[in-house]
């Protein structure tokens, strides 16, 4: 199973301003959607909760003690090990946040799919400093024609 990280992140690594994604960009979530379309999404609660509507054609696993508070129609487990036990026939799965998730997976990560936004944005949730010792990049496509530009980028561990 290839774990994989999907995230939108800002220059100075900010991905969260209280429990909020703090930008708006037309067409940027398109990549997301693409990805993780019939696949897992693994996510904390916070994370869950912030997206304020379902991922329709997604498997979505929720990383929660707090079980009977989150909608039934989703997985809800108290470990990020038990999310990806449950994954564990599949050929990837992504990681979608929070800044914890994100954080306490990225040694585990094969893939780091990142879209990159093209300014420094208040914020206080970051993602991890990506380690260019063990990954490399594989896949850059720059967006230019959005209110702020962004870039696509795949990184692979070495």
């Known amino acids: 199973m290839v774990i994989s990280h999907i995230v939108a992140v ?6 969260g301003n209280d429990n909020d ?15 993780t379309m019939d696949k897992y999404v ?4 916070k994370t869950y909760e912030s997206l304020g509507k379902e991922l329709k054609g997604r498997k ?13 129609k989703h997985i809800t487990v108290p470990s990020i090990e038990e999310a990806l036990e449950i994954c564990c026939n599949e050929q990837e799965v992504f990681i979608a946040g929070g800044g914890e998730i994100y954080k306490s997976t990225m040694e585990m990560a094969h893939k780091l799919y990142v879209t990159e936004i093209d300014a420094e944005i208040k914020g206080n949730v970051y993602y991890p400093e990506i380690d260019d010792t063990k990954y490399e990049k594989t896949y850059s496509e720059q967006i230019e024609n959005a209110t702020i530009p962004y870039t696509y980028m795949t990184y692979e561990r070495k």
């Open 10 to 15: 800002a220059k100075n690594n900010v991905i």
């Open 21 to 35: 994604i703090p930008w708006k960009i037309p067409g940027e979530q398109q990549r997301f959607k693409a990805l």
């Open 42 to 45: 693994v996510m904390g609660r």
């Open 60 to 72: 979505v696993i929720i990383v929660s003690r707090r079980e009977n508070q989150l909608n039934k």
